[in-house]
């Protein structure tokens, strides 16, 4: 019943697993990949029809995370798995990114990639998986894919590169210093088409190393997928791409010279004005044939890309007049915003952004609920993109896939120089509003994320600032590394090459191409490029922090302290009854944690000290010989209870009120007055003895006894 396909071979520590035949045979192409005890299932399905008038490739990949993977419920009310979380939603662009520009030219036809984790052994990360299952899924769908491609992440630890490191090796690296990189590369047999990183300020060459020894690592994966492919692959699809050269010579010879005088022109929105004016005086020229031509819009773009590539690579000078190392004019301020914790506006040419900071407490924290476990986290960078930032009428919604990728970059490139938690106990939110954008806003908030933190007072272990690189590689070789990228650099380039890092090194690397990859030769350029661009970004910005920015006024106060975990309970109480005593007398927020630390936070630094006090009375415990001040709670016969240490009473007994004898302690003593006693020790049933006879109740000093002049017997 079943044609079952299956290869394996041993991947770093693991064995990996791809099999088809079975499950999901209607779809093109079904491939279950398998690494240790994780499983990926990647079916890809495509239109024999290219839609009428469509002039863009819709290709959509979807990853989903399901539950039952790791043998877990989902959380909430519903039970059920919802819209997709950040992680599935950036696993989904880290597949698509490698496979996009592969695909044939002119192929417009529909294509859906599905990643479903079937199975998650909570070590092995399920994206590289998913995304040796899609390409294995696509190689043997027979869609005009010109892979195959293989993927995998790459650690540093001790100078050394780490093949699949775990999921615990890579989680919350901020916290390992030990961890100092987490990569994820995809390429071609030839050449890497996707890098993404999180790293901690590492030289160009350690980074350049990492992405080298990535693509050495993801040989024998792909030699894998082409075995695999040789045994079931179905027939390629009949395509071939479309001839539009005679329309395109048409275009040509219409509109070649208003669209080049157009490019010359260096303002954006009067440049876009321009291009669109030339458009329509092309389409004014071209025959009802020609414009009913659904190559139309490849044709026109082909024109705008020859004319702003070839002048670039041929003369160096871009279509807003600077050479290939130049970043645009920078002007980068704090301050901003009277009532928020901290703000910033970053400016560099036509992109802006204004990033927000707000300091919170543990009880701001995101709760993140993963197929590896749940955790929380104290950073939080969130992306906002508004039509208007690029002059555009446009739906407003929730953010996308764009914007939580962006947001992500940013996040990867600021949380390496985060404060320890025990050091800085806030949960920090930046928020990047993107109110201008011509190119690489995500570096404008990774830049203006940097300099609102600061604005805040949060002691970053350096300023970080981000650059975007661009790359024009013509068809004889030659090509061009451009420093700061226009948006039109980007959408008729070949590579976006985007760089963050400090003066000492990088923390962000990020790489989409367009073409079939890259050499280690032009990647190197492009990193030393980027680090000329990076220090001077970061000179810009030391201008707006000349002096040191204070804590802001309005951001509440945390205190920490620690105690031992088995007084966790006695700061609690029964039901929660001596914490809420302690909120509600102090006016302070109180967050523990099981480890035992305690989370004190107030704008008011008098709550702050009251809330630690009234914490430490109870945690702490009474020094012998020392003098405490206390109240009498109970009087007996035998002596008096005094209250003298937090919750903590002692005896005092009869024989230690006074130096003189009494008939009863109520002769000087009434239950609530206020009275100073020394601790003395602990009696064999670990009772406290007090002692007021050995202190001055009116200083507070301790009495010195008389010595006696002389013995009886000398």
């Known amino acids: 019943m079943f044609d079952v396909t299956t290869k394996s071979m041993q991947w770093g520590e693991e064995t990996l697993t791809l099999e088809t035949g079975k499950i999901a045979r209607q779809a093109d192409g079904s491939v279950i990949a398998t690494l240790g005890e994780t499983s990926v299932m990647a079916n890809v399905t495509f239109a024999r029809e290219q839609k009428p008038g469509q002039d863009f490739f819709p290709l959509t990949v979807h990853y989903q995370e399901k539950y039952y993977a790791a043998g877990k419920v989902p959380g909430g009310f519903f039970k059920r798995e919802a819209r997709p979380t950040e992680k599935e939603t ?55 894919f010109m892979g195959p491609i293989a993927g995998c992440r790459v650690g540093f630890t001790d100078g050394e590169y780490v093949l699949n490191p775990t999921v615990d090796d890579m989680h919350d690296l901020r916290l390992n210093p030990e961890q100092r990189l987490d990569l994820v590369v995809a390429g071609t047999k030839d050449a890497v088409m996707m890098v993404e990183s999180e790293a901690y300020e590492l030289s160009e060459a350690e980074m350049l190393g990492a992405v080298v020894f990535a693509h050495e690592q993801i040989q024998p994966v792909i030699d894998l997928i082409i075995g695999f492919a040789e045994s079931c692959a179905k027939e390629p699809f009949d395509f071939s791409p479309p001839d539009y050269s005679d329309l395109y010579a048409a275009v040509k010879a219409a509109g070649e010279a208003q669209m080049r005088a157009a490019f010359a022109i260096t303002d954006k929105q009067e440049r876009t004005a321009a291009v669109a004016a030339a458009r329509e005086a092309i389409k004014a020229a071209l025959t009802e044939e020609q414009l009913e031509d659904a190559n139309l819009g490849s044709a026109l773009k082909k024109l705008e890309a020859g004319i702003l590539r070839g002048d670039v690579v041929k003369g160096g000078k871009r279509i807003d007049g600077r050479d290939t190392t ?102 920090i939110r930046v ?133 031992p975990t088995d007084k966790i309970r006695e700061v609690i109480g029964s039901g929660g009854k001596v914490i809420r005593e302690i909120v509600e007398t102090s006016g302070a927020k109180v967050d523990i944690s099981d480890d035992g630390t305690i989370k004190i936070a107030s704008p008011n630094g008098d709550s702050i000290q009251k809330a630690y006090d009234m914490i430490w009375s109870i945690v702490a415990e009474p020094e012998e010989g020392k003098i405490y001040t206390g109240k009498v709670v109970k009087i007996v016969d035998f002596g008096a209870f005094v209250n003298f240490f937090g919750k903590r009473d002692g005896l005092v007994h009869v024989s230690q009120i006074e130096n003189r004898r009494l008939n009863h302690p109520s002769d000087v003593l009434k239950e609530g007055q206020e009275v100073k006693v020394k601790l003395l020790g602990f009696d064999d049933r670990g009772k406290v003895r007090l002692s007021m006879k050995c202190v001055d109740q009116e200083t507070g000093e301790e009495v010195v006894p008389e010595k006696k002049e002389a013995t009886e017997a000398e």
């Open 326 to 427: 130049t970043v645009r004019p920078i002007v980068a301020e704090t301050g901003l915003l009277p009532r928020t914790h901290g703000s910033a506006l970053f400016t560099r040419g036509e992109t802006q952004a204004l990033a927000v900071t707000t300091l919170g407490t543990g009880d701001d924290e995101q709760f993140i609920d993963a197929l590896h476990a749940n955790f929380k986290s104290n950073f939080l960078l969130h992306y906002n993109f508004p039509p208007y930032s690029v002059g555009e009428v446009g739906r407003v919604g929730s953010p996308g896939r764009r914007e939580i990728g962006h947001g992500k970059l940013a996040w990867r490139a600021l949380q390496a120089v985060l404060p320890a938690p025990t050091d800085f106990p806030y949960t």
């Open 431 to 563: 928020v990047s509003e993107i109110t201008e954008s011509n190119g690489s806003s995500s570096m404008a908030s990774v830049c203006g994320g940097s300099l609102s933190m600061m604005d805040a007072g949060v002691p970053l272990k350096a300023p970080v600032a981000g650059v975007a690189m661009g790359l024009i590689l013509e068809d004889d070789g030659s090509y061009a590394v451009l420093t700061d990228i226009l948006g039109d650099e980007d959408h008729l380039g070949d590579m976006d090459f985007k760089v963050a890092g400090t003066e000492n090194g990088i923390t962000s690397l990020q790489m989409d191409i367009k073409v079939a990859g890259i050499t280690p030769e032009i990647m190197e350029r492009a990193l030393a490029q980027a680090k000329d661009g990076r220090l001077h970004i970061l000179g810009e910005m030391a201008k707006a922090l000349s002096e040191t920015n204070a804590f802001s006024v309005h951001a509440p106060r945390i205190e920490t302290m620690q105690i």
């Open 90 to 144: 950036l696993t989904a662009r880290l597949i698509d990114r490698p496979i996009r520009p592969l695909f044939v030219p002119g192929f417009k036809n529909e294509v859906l990639v599905m990643c479903t984790v079937l199975s998650h052994d909570l070590v092995n990360d399920p994206d590289i998986v998913a995304m040796i299952a899609a390409s294995a899924a696509l190689t043997i769908s027979g869609v005009p």
